[in-house]
């Protein structure tokens, strides 16, 4: 059940699928209908886990939240007050 949970290096398939589902989502935040469902959806928390865990999908995950707090105030305070800072500011050190 948890196979990937171990692994660091993904296979080439699945680490391109990986990037396409993370291009989506960035696609997505340019529309602010897309950034408001974005946070309904718990989304934020979803890429603050990928932050925590330090692996591949960190960075994917870096991009999405830029794009997911670039013009929506909202966005950011959620961020904020989910403990996001913790987890993106060692990444950019």
């Known amino acids: 059940m948890f196979q990937?949970?171990?692994k660091e290096?993904?296979?080439v398939d699945e680490e391109e699928c990986v990037h396409n589902l993370f291009?989506?989502?960035?696609?997505i935040m340019r529309i602010?209908?897309?950034q408001q469902r974005f946070v309904e959806l718990?989304?934020?928390?979803?890429?603050i886990k990928c932050l925590?865990?330090?692996?591949?999908a960190a960075l994917c995950a870096v991009k999405v939240i830029n794009y997911?707090?670039?013009d929506n105030k909202?966005?950011?305070?959620?961020?904020v007050a989910t403990g996001g800072l913790k987890y993106i500011f060692p990444i950019y050190l």
């Open 4 to 6: 990937y949970r171990k």
């Open 68 to 70: 997911a707090i670039t």
């Open 74 to 79: 909202k966005n950011a305070e959620k961020f």
């Open 52 to 56: 925590k865990e330090l692996r591949y």
């Open 23 to 27: 291009h989506s989502m960035c696609t």
């Open 32 to 34: 602010p209908a897309g």
């Open 9 to 11: 290096d993904l296979p």
């Open 42 to 47: 718990q989304g934020m928390e979803l890429m």
